[in-house]
């Protein structure tokens, strides 16, 4: 393979991403060991008190609440849509294009869009509140708490669950399906013991996908949680903007991005263990 051209294509693309992403990344990891000077210099002092400052126990708090809610995100979509990926996958020819549009037309939307909609749904006077209203039964408050932003996290990582599961179920073997059925195993026994195994690299990938995001999460849990109900994100978000202490927030980001580099390098793991026993 000639090196120019594959350098003519690559380098362009490798400039931009050392530019726009590395660096500045470089600048913001180069904070986290920072110290403020004053209202606007930082002192790099390579100093791991900010790091130890996210062990606190309240910074603790927050971010095992944040993997807690986003592991049940991941779980609940993983729920919800496994069936909904294998309906896909069996749909027939002509439906099926309908079926995925669906599934991606809310990536058409903004997701601020999306999130204001749900409030117009979920708020006090709503429509959830006013078809309970109209039965004469008494409101709920479904803003403004961990439901809430629990709801809206499914409502918004779902199609990246669903979007990988159903391109690993769409790749299937029908003819092991029907074999099984036919050597007198059950659907249940079937979908345990077949469809399960073969779609684990999906089902892997759609946790993953699902998982990182929501850990990082900002917008859903700013705009329908509460006081009690934020997020990692949203700490970080006020360190940056509200309390000025760039290089907390720069060790907040980065504890957060380690997370998702664990997170990451379980699922390759996983992956690996099941290729050996495969």
């Keep these: 393979m000639r090196r120019g051209p594959f350098w003519l294509a690559f380098g362009p693309a490798a400039s931009w991403l050392a530019m726009f992403f590395l660096l500045p990344m470089g600048v913001i990891w180069a904070y986290s060991f920072g110290a403020n000077q004053g209202p606007t210099e930082i002192a790099i002092t390579f100093t791991p008190a900010n790091y130890a400052r996210t062990l606190e126990p309240l910074y603790l708090a927050i971010i095992a609440k944040s993997a807690w809610l986003a592991a049940l995100t991941t779980l609940l979509c993983l ?29 058409w939307t903004n997701l601020l869009v999306r999130t204001y909609a749900l409030i117009a749904v979920l708020r006090d006077e709503g429509l959830i509140n006013s078809v309970l209203s109209w039965m004469a039964l008494p409101p709920l408050q479904l803003l403004y708490n961990n439901a809430a932003v629990l709801f809206g996290l499914v409502y918004v990582q779902l199609p990246f669950m669903v979007l990988p599961l159903y391109a690993s179920l769409d790749r299937l073997d029908r003819s092991l399906l029907e074999a099984s059925l036919d050597l007198g195993a059950s659907q249940a026994a079937t979908l345990r013991r077949i469809v399960i195994p073969l779609a684990m690299p999906g089902i892997l990938s759609g946790l ?41 927030g720069a060790a907040l980001s980065f504890l957060l991005m380690y997370l998702t580099f664990a997170a990451m390098a379980a699922q390759s793991v996983l992956a690996r263990t099941k290729e050996k026993r495969a």
Excluded: C, H
Excluded at 79 to 95: D, H, K, N
């Design 208 to 248: 993953v996908l699902t998982f990182i995001p929501t850990l990082g999460a900002y917008l859903t849990p700013d705009l329908l949680g509460g006081p009690d109900s934020q997020m990692i994100a949203n700490v970080i978000e006020r360190q940056f903007k509200r309390a000025n202490d760039w290089p907390f």
């Design 79 to 107: 729920v919800i849509g496994f069936p909904v990926a294998f309906a896909i996958a069996f749909a027939g020819p002509r439906l099926r294009p309908w079926l995925l549009l669906g599934i991606m037309l809310p990536f």
